[in-house]
């Protein structure tokens, strides 16, 4: 299967539009167990569909092939491939896009969520820590090094608008008062949201998305003590209306001292 692998790659290596490839997550691929496998490729120009299709047809492997023909607004021009286990992503993205998009990232013009659930300051996450397959031209080498300060315009506005957000407590204290349990995970479930991305933001830190969340608090210098069980201890605490009080005064306890955090950054 690496083998078989390793030839798509440079099959699309040789493709004349593509400028660079990288992967996300580690850079090899486990074929032992079922994994999704996301390779972004930066291109001048979308090789077209066709020309597409006979390089995936030209690989002596029996791959299942899903082309587009589309583009995607967060995701490009996506083509799945089914090598046994492992579902391949190949998202063709265009220098010029990929460009335009980061730099309105990083001027704070994308804060909030989009589409219930892409996080456009991912994006900056993804690039950041890619792992460089092919890079003719240095482009993503050089987008690593547009990434790696995080820049005062991005963190002000990020703070400015995750605090107001945490600051606005009608629904959580509406819930507690109606007893209403379903309302108030809801509600919960938002503020932990931003004040995810809160921390990661006093961190200076890129927010990537809700998963593997404690991995990087673990990590992270400025942050209340003992963050992490105390996270969990609020999303624990939310299972029974009795506790929802009490879960409360923590979650502002919690909250509280991040900001004092902040203050003093």
Not at 56 to 72: H, P, Q, R, V
Not at 190 to 219: A, G, M, V, W
Request: contains cysteine; proline residues 2%.
């Amino acid at each position: 299967m690496t083998k078989i692998y390793k030839k798509l790659i440079s099959s699309i290596i040789g493709l004349p539009e593509v400028q660079s490839i990288g992967k996300t997550g580690s850079k090899n691929i486990s074929f032992s167990e079922n994994n999704d496998v996301d390779i972004f490729i930066i291109c001048k120009n979308t090789p077209n569909i066709k020309s597409r299709k006979n390089l995936y047809n030209g690989i002596d492997y029996d791959l299942k092939i899903k082309t587009n023909n589309f583009e995607d607004k967060y995701w490009g021009t996506i083509d799945f491939i089914n090598l046994d286990k492992i579902e391949i992503c190949l998202m063709y993205f265009t220098e010029s896009k990929v460009l335009n998009e980061i730099d309105d990232i990083l001027s704070g013009n994308r804060i909030k969520k989009e589409n219930n659930y892409f996080y456009p300051i991912g994006r900056c996450s993804t690039y950041k820590n890619i792992n460089i397959l092919y890079d003719k031209e240095k482009f993503l080498e050089s987008m690593k090094l547009k990434l790696s300060n995080y820049p005062k315009t991005l963190y002000d506005k990020n703070m400015d608008f995750h605090l107001s957000i945490l600051n606005d407590t009608e629904d959580l204290e509406s819930a507690i008062r109606k007893k209403d349990l379903l309302f108030y995970h809801f509600a919960l479930d938002n503020s932990i949201d931003h004040y995810l991305q809160l921390i990661f933001t006093l961190n200076y830190c890129f927010f990537p998305s809700r998963k593997r969340s404690f991995l990087y608090i673990n990590e992270f210098k400025n942050k209340p003590k003992n963050c992490i069980e105390r996270l969990k201890e609020v999303v624990k605490m939310g299972g029974e209306v009795d506790t929802i009080n009490k879960l409360y005064e923590k979650w502002n306890e919690l909250l509280k001292e991040t900001i004092e955090i902040m203050n003093v950054s």
